[in-house]
């Protein structure tokens, strides 16, 4: 992938159904072969990234997901995130839900990247790993720990260190 630091993709996703029943209708338009959306009758912005309605989320992963994660497996730093209003559609893109019951199809990004970067680490048997894994919500200031409901909000600090790491004192959950 060029070395661009940040990339944006947008995804429009469909009409849920209590819309369609409220005659709701959809006012972004994908310019086909562009990555263009176009809002209302002619306002155009241009990104990385689109995904229209009736994009997959395999499409997404492949697209924009995958070449992160190898660039991670090398041993880059990478972030994703997920960005939009309540509702647009980010917990199902990053497919954190219900991931043990959702079919592998619907699976979003978490799943098919943990996939991969144990696929990997499997096809290294001469190398030692260690993965660590927190899962923290922030709402309003305050800081959960959803891996262990038990842990104390107090607990839990996100520093940054001399070298611009998070993490470092942040609550582990091996
Ligand atoms: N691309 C998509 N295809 C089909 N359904 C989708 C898509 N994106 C979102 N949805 C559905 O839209 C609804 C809202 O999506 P989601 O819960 O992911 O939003 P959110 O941005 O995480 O909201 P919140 O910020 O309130 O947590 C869910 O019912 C989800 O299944």
Redesign the pocket.
Same mark, same amino acid.
């Given at each position: 992938m060029e070395e661009i630091p940040v990339r944006v993709a947008v995804?429009v996703?469909?009409l849920?159904p209590k819309e369609i029943l409220r005659h709701q209708h959809v006012c972004v338009r994908v310019v086909p072969n562009t990555q263009q959306v176009i809002i209302g009758k002619d306002r155009a912005f241009t990104f990385d990234f689109v995904f229209g309605?009736k !994009?997959a989320q395999d499409q997404v992963y492949a697209t924009c997901i995958k070449p992160l994660v190898s660039s991670f497996i090398e041993g880059y730093n990478v972030t994703i995130f997920?960005y939009?209003? *309540? %509702? !647009? %559609?980010? *917990?199902? *893109?990053l497919g954190g839900?219900h991931v043990v019951s959702t079919a592998d199809e619907e699976k979003g990004i978490i799943p098919r990247a943990i996939n991969e970067i144990f696929q990997s680490i499997s096809e290294h048997q001469n190398t030692e790993f260690t993965v660590k894994v927190s899962y923290i919500e922030v709402y309003k200031e305050e800081l959960r720990d959803l891996l262990g409901h038990e842990t104390s909000s107090k607990d839990i600090h996100i520093r940054e260190d001399e070298k611009g790491n998070t993490g470092k004192n942040i609550l582990y959950i091996f």
């Open positions: 995804r996703r469909p849920l309605q !994009s997920a939009g209003q *309540t %509702g !647009s %559609g980010k *917990t199902y *893109t839900g």
